[in-house]
């Protein structure tokens, strides 16, 4: 009887581990209750207090903790983990051991795990609610498990540093309660489960606490009121509804150092101190907690001189560094990196692929600071395709988008030179008024005189373009350009010498892409056509500027024929025929083979070799008789195009519209299966550009085609003259003495 009657008073339940453990054997249920020592609310691993009281774990915390008698024979130990994983959510974790031995070396144990999980309804409210396994031994006759659960709010209406810090709880502990058996054991192991014959509850708690840390962190203070055995069972003794409190007051004679009082619900007082030491090693605080008493201080327990020692550690990063550094991640280093991707494929040229990955960054992260710039990107990854309506889409989008952004005139820009692309010139004039007023004073402004100024001299308005074009200045990325243009429509006005400087003002300039070279060594071409056909001639000057251009040039050709054009000037067949031949043999699509052809005939017929200069002649007229691109050729183009114009629109349609979401599975499972129909709707738009291009030079070409039929037909005429009889046929002189020169086809 005396064991049964220890173990009901052993049995405390739910790793509450009652301090009367070894009090007098009686059935008390009023003194089921927490250990003062080990469990405060306010402290993180207060959750065999209230479950709610873990989600006010700033970081990873472990917890261990030590009590005895003097003697040593009865004592308890645990350890306790709690991890808060964002601002919401709190794990933890609680092992309890206590036990005693009677009867001559006879142990009594109980083993309680406990697992909590705290959740942040509100910014102020938290609950919390724990499953709690326990284990209890009884001195080897019956080993059982029984199961148990806790549920609590938590309420923190004050946290400030001018008025301290102030937490509230309420938990009903043991709201699921564990069974305890009380049957005869055999050394077998057991489920307990409420409800069983042979067994009782371990009462169920109301537990309101409260917390306050305030006067600069130099006073912390609780009060813990218990209302023990609420739902009463007449059956299992006790009085119901007991109320216990506890108060426990800690004085901070530094931040590192505290003195504690406590008086605990089993009636005595504690006295005690704190010490901690904060970011050693790898840990971010470390405290050392050391209280003891007296049992008999306060009332008769013969368990006399009673300690406990605690051990707190808490390290990694706060919850605040984790949600500041996830936020951090999803707000600045997740958009920086999806955008740096994006512009990867940009400048990888995948324009589609861009687009889309633009437009995600658009649509994924629309507070990101770059968002108005992804917007740009992504309608210039359209543009670059053709996309014309797409892009246009996107542009007008972002300016009623970000009406604050430094990039809406770039977005007024591009309108505009879409509109010059597509030849819709009055449009794109209406627009440059637009920027000239608005964007004046931006970097813009210098982009749109550049558009504006080929719009006036396509138009054939010379002068006006020399204008718009000259506020151009060095280190501009068109300025190469714009120079390039006031040349040519400098020279078409008779300004030769505007022309030339302009020229020259390109070919002075350092260089720092391809596209600048190419336009430089074009420069050069044009400075020695302008030396070549001046008022005065300067031959050497000429010959010197083409032979500055390099072999990889898009240019090249007019510069060797230029060369053969100024040793056939200057009476020198050989070296003439050799760049002419070299054009033919290496360049046989170029526009000037004909002309080549036409040079050769020179050459020979100064050599007086008549039947090859015949030969050469009438390759001339024969390359030169019809336009490179002819009319049908031109209609057959333009009636492919207007076909698939309709299909392209649909794809610019579908594309933008896949651009604008997420890339789900579903959505790329879509963009899938459009790149079939874009990839043949773009090589038609790309073919058509190609062809219009060759267009475009055989119009240029056009100038020259009938001077080199005139030529080639006069030479001819003279040449069979000469062959059929001398002083026949013609009554011009032949040769080189009436060879034309080399006209400024600018």
Same mark, same amino acid.
């Given at each position: ?39 405060? =609310? ?168 409260? =917390? ?319 030396? =070549? ?214």
């Amino acid at each position: 009887m005396l064991r049964t009657s220890f173990i009901k008073t052993s049995a405390l339940g739910l790793a509450v581990a009652s301090t009367s453990l070894f009090a007098e054997a009686t059935y008390t249920p009023n003194k089921y209750q927490q250990n003062d020592w080990f469990a405060e =609310f306010g402290g993180n691993t207060s959750m065999y207090v209230n479950p709610a009281g873990i989600s006010e774990t700033d970081q990873l915390e472990f917890s261990a903790a030590f009590f005895s008698t003097i003697s040593g024979e009865a004592s308890q130990e645990y350890v306790s983990l709690t991890y808060p994983i964002d601002y919401k959510h709190t794990l933890g974790f609680s092992l309890f051991e206590n036990g005693a031995s009677i009867e001559g070396g006879e142990s009594y144990s109980e083993i309680a795990a406990m697992f909590g999980y705290s959740y942040r309804l509100f910014h102020l409210l938290s609950l919390g609610v724990s499953v709690d396994v326990l284990y209890i031994n009884q001195f080897d006759e019956l080993k059982q498990l029984t199961v148990g659960a806790d549920v609590g709010l938590s309420w923190n209406p004050l946290a400030s540093s001018k008025y301290g810090y102030l937490l509230i709880g309420a938990s009903l502990q043991n709201i699921l309660a564990p069974a305890v058996s009380e049957a005869d054991g055999d050394g077998s192991f057991k489920f307990v489960f409420m409800g069983a014959a042979d067994a009782y509850k371990i009462p169920t708690n109301l537990n309101l606490s409260l =917390f306050y840390r305030g006067f600069n962190r130099l006073l912390e203070m609780k009060a813990e009121f218990s209302f023990i055995d609420i739902i009463h069972d007449s059956d299992e003794g006790g009085k119901g509804a007991n109320l216990e409190m506890s108060f426990t007051l800690t004085y901070y004679l530094s931040s590192h150092l505290g003195v504690r009082a406590r008086f605990t619900k089993e009636g005595y007082p504690v006295i005690g101190a704190t010490v901690n030491v904060k970011d050693v090693s790898i840990f971010r605080y470390l405290a050392l907690d050391l209280e003891m008493s007296h049992d008999d201080l306060w009332a008769k327990k013969n368990r006399g001189f009673v300690w406990a020692v605690k051990l707190t550690t808490r390290f990694g990063d706060t919850r605040e560094e984790k949600i500041g550094e996830e936020r951090y991640r999803r707000l600045k280093i997740e958009p920086e990196n999806d955008y740096r991707a994006a512009m990867r494929l940009y400048l990888n040229r995948q324009f589609l692929e861009a687009a889309y990955a633009f437009g995600k960054v658009q649509t994924k992260y629309p507070a990101f600071h770059l968002v108005d710039q992804a917007a740009f990107y992504k309608a210039k990854s359209f543009e670059n395709l053709r996309m014309h309506k797409a892009a246009k889409s996107v542009y007008e989008d972002a300016i009623k988008r970000y009406p604050q952004s430094d990039q809406r005139a770039k977005y007024h820009f591009q309108l505009m030179n879409i509109d010059y692309k597509e030849g819709k010139y009055t449009e794109a004039m209406t627009k440059y008024q637009n920027i000239a007023q608005k964007f004046g004073e931006s970097d813009v402004k210098a982009d749109a005189d550049y558009v504006a100024g080929q719009i006036k001299f396509e138009q054939g308005l010379y002068q006006e373009s020399v204008d718009l074009l000259a506020s151009i200045l060095p280190g501009n990325a068109n300025y190469f350009y714009a120079r390039y243009t006031m040349g040519i429509a400098n020279s078409r006005m008779g300004k030769f010498d505007e022309a030339e400087n302009c020229f020259r003002d390109i070919t002075e300039q350092p260089v720092s892409n391809q596209s600048e070279r190419d336009l430089q060594d074009a420069a050069r071409v044009k400075l020695g056509h302008l030396f =070549f056909s001046g008022e005065k001639p300067d031959i050497a000057a000429a010959a010197q500027m083409y032979g500055q251009v390099q072999k990889e040039s898009p240019v090249f050709d007019e510069a060797m024929l230029g060369i053969a054009w100024s040793f056939l000037k200057v009476n020198k067949p050989d070296e003439a025929i050799k760049p002419a031949k070299w054009i033919i043999s290496n360049l046989p699509e170029s526009f000037l083979v004909s002309e080549a052809y036409l040079v050769i005939g020179y050459c020979h017929f100064m050599k007086k070799n008549y039947q090859d200069a015949l030969e050469a002649l009438t390759q001339a007229e024969k390359r030169t008789e019809q336009p490179i691109v002819s009319v049908a050729s031109r209609d057959s183009a333009r009636q492919a195009y207007d076909a698939m114009q309709s299909q392209f629109d649909s794809v610019q349609v579908l594309a933008l519209d896949l651009a604008r979401q997420l890339p789900t599975p579903r959505v790329e499972s879509k963009r899938e299966a459009l790149r079939p129909t874009f990839n043949k709707a773009n090589q038609a738009i790309e073919d058509y550009a190609s062809f219009m291009q060759r267009s475009i030079q055989s119009d240029r070409f056009e100038s020259n085609r009938k001077r080199i039929l005139d030529d080639a037909g006069f030479t001819k005429a003279t040449l069979l003259s000469k062959m059929g009889g001398a002083g026949g046929g013609t009554s011009k002189n032949s040769g080189a003495s009436e060879m034309p020169s080399l006209e400024d086809d600018l």
